[in-house]
């Protein structure tokens, strides 16, 4: 049964149930066959992965053939990162206001929650969406900086500016003058994530994308933010992107993979 019949049907006060998948929600579903094959399915009454039986066809997508593929797919748990997942109002009618991860601008947004179900992309607040999947997402473009980048890196400490590569990271590559980075400055303008803010405006800016290596149009919302942020596209080309094709031509084939 859905959250909201299993609501009415025990009186109980409509409160949240987190789940990591939103296809957990659904019940067991044995299908219209009638085979008995043991499987496993997350219970919302419970919280829990359990078994049920199967009838080999049908059914939903509520239906694991183990009890780990049942955990890993609907448990919640903080060593598992939500950030990947879809936006999820789930089926309920409540307008909260939450925040989740959108992986394909890397940024958290607001949307209205329904109150229950759902997936684990759903955050209180700005800050704690930020502080799971932002942060993380900056750190782990970083550790696949490619060849040029990590050499750029070296470049930059020699000339005493902040360095962009962590010291564990720079094992990864080798160096023709061999510098190892030991600070990790993402916040460095140009290699900041692309970040609207916390108002509601929506003024025309600029970013650079270190994913594209191309200045983009974003949506500023007048407030926050970081300084990878110019006015016009011609600004950010100038401040990132002339510096970054300049050094990509001249250190090429300075460093490799190893």
Do not use: W
Not at 42 to 66: H, V
Not at 146 to 157: D, H, W
Request: charged share 20%; aromatic share 12%; with cysteine.
């Amino acid at each position: 049964m859905l959250y909201t019949d299993y609501h009415k049907k025990h009186n109980k006060t409509l409160h949240e149930l987190f789940i990591f998948e939103e296809l957990c929600s659904q019940k067991d579903d044995p299908g219209p066959c009638k085979a008995i094959k043991e499987r496993f399915f997350f219970n919302i009454n419970t919280g829990t992965c359990e078994q049920f039986e199967y009838g080999g066809c049908g059914g939903n997508a509520n239906n694991f053939e183990t009890l780990k593929a049942c955990e890993e797919t609907c448990v919640v748990s903080d060593d598992k990162s939500p950030c990947h997942l879809a936006e999820a109002p789930g089926p309920c009618r409540g307008l909260v206001t939450r925040y989740f991860f959108d992986s394909e601008s890397q940024q958290c947004k607001a949307f209205f929650y329904g109150g229950c179900f759902g997936n684990a992309n759903n955050f209180r607040s700005m800050a704690a969406c930020q502080a799971k999947c932002q942060n993380q997402a900056v750190k782990e473009h970083i550790s696949r900086l490619s060849c040029f980048e990590a050499f750029l890196c070296g470049i930059r400490r020699a000339q005493g500016q902040p360095a962009l590569l962590s010291s564990t990271h720079s094992k990864s590559y080798n160096f023709m003058n061999s510098v190892s980075c030991q600070k990790l400055k993402p916040e460095a303008v140009c290699f900041s994530p692309v970040d609207r803010g916390t108002c509601h405006g929506a003024e025309k800016r600029f970013a650079y994308n270190t994913m594209t290596k191309r200045c983009q149009m974003f949506q500023y919302s007048g407030c926050g933010g970081n300084e990878n942020n110019f006015m016009s596209r011609r600004h950010c080309n100038k401040k990132c992107r002339k510096g970054m094709i300049i050094l990509r031509s001249q250190f090429q084939n300075a460093c490799f993979d190893i």
